[in-house]
């Protein structure tokens, strides 16, 4: 049950990072056997957003890509599972091609790239992995007309370039991936969505009855920074309705006396809340700021 919650979190997440920048498709049902595709990617014709913001994922978008992500180190039957959808998505796409007498660009033969928390130096010389030059450790290619790749998430070095795929790992790897995400700025185009989402992962963990280690400890990790963000999500809810009350009181108010809110607690708002009964002018309210800065 906790790998079907982990699997969910990881295809949510790859899908809401990767849909500025293409179509993508989740589950994706290939022709044989009931196979489904964990995450089907074909990117923009011409891209509006940058791509480098994603890092190590933005170039593993820049062609059309299968995604397969794993909460557990996958095995070398589920990477040949992979394999199999890799090419029935291929023989899908040339049966077209035949159909319509055309030929398919190399651009739109879609790369597979399985994600992966670990993987042994024995399943990766089983497969025939090797790394690239010009690719960043953790980064294995297998035989070059698969068009594959098994990323080993636990090997890709600790760097911004990194982090979007460091925070499908497990452990060790995804706790630091997750401090370097809070300290992102809080402007970031991504922080805040990914932010949910590992919410999320970790209201559904919370009620699994069977959770791992791993997972209990990525609850305790997640736990104080979700409590941080739901109060700073009420201490700019109060913010919003104390500036509200006094725009009805007393008029438009300027933007430098907005930003001595900012730093007021949420104590503090409540108590200008009732304070503003009293206030016969905004000259009140600058004194009652003023109050609060001594």
Same mark, same amino acid.
């Given at each position: ?99 319509? &007498?055309?030929? @398919?660009? +190399? =651009? /739109?033969?879609?790369? #597979? ?5 670990? $993987?042994?130096?024995? !399943? %990766? ?49 995804? &706790?630091?991936? @997750?401090? +370097? =995400? /809070?300290?992102?700025? #809080? ?5 805040? $969505?990914?932010?949910? !989402? %590992? ?72 108590? %200008? ?22």
């Amino acid at each position: 049950m906790t790998r079907f919650i982990h699997d969910q979190f990881a295809k949510d997440y790859l899908e809401e990072l990767l849909k500025p920048y293409g179509e993508v498709r989740g589950s994706s049902r290939v022709a044989g056997e009931v196979r489904e595709i964990d995450v089907l990617f074909s990117p923009l014709t011409k891209q509006s957003t940058n791509l480098e913001t994603l890092g190590l994922l933005g170039r593993f978008a820049a062609t059309a890509a299968i995604f397969e992500p794993f909460r557990n180190a996958a095995s070398k039957e589920e990477i040949c599972d992979c394999l199999l959808k890799l090419l029935e998505v291929r023989g899908g796409l040339q049966r077209q091609a035949n159909r319509n &007498k055309t030929s @398919i660009p +190399e =651009l /739109e033969l879609p790369k #597979l790239w399985i994600l992966t928390p670990t $993987a042994s130096t024995t !399943l %990766l010389s089983g497969f025939g992995a090797t790394q690239k030059v010009g690719w960043l450790p953790g980064v294995h290619f297998i035989a070059e007309y698969l068009r594959t790749a098994i990323v080993a998430i636990h090997q890709l070095p600790r760097t911004q370039e990194t982090l979007w795929l460091r925070i499908l790992g497990r452990g060790t790897v995804q &706790k630091q991936a @997750i401090d +370097e =995400l /809070e300290a992102l700025p #809080l402007n970031h185009p991504f922080r805040r $969505a990914t932010l949910e !989402l %590992l919410y999320n992962l970790r209201q559904n963990l919370q009620v699994n009855q069977n959770s791992e280690e791993d997972d209990r400890e990525l609850i305790m990790r997640l736990q104080p920074l979700y409590q941080q963000d739901r109060e700073q999500a009420v201490q700019q809810g109060e913010q919003r309705l104390i500036i509200r009350l006094i725009n009805r009181l007393f008029g438009e108010i300027d933007s430098s006396t907005i930003e001595r809110f900012q730093g007021l607690s949420i104590e503090q708002l409540e108590a %200008l809340g009732e304070a503003l009964l009293d206030f016969s002018d905004i000259s009140d309210l600058e004194a009652w700021l003023n109050q609060q800065i001594e």
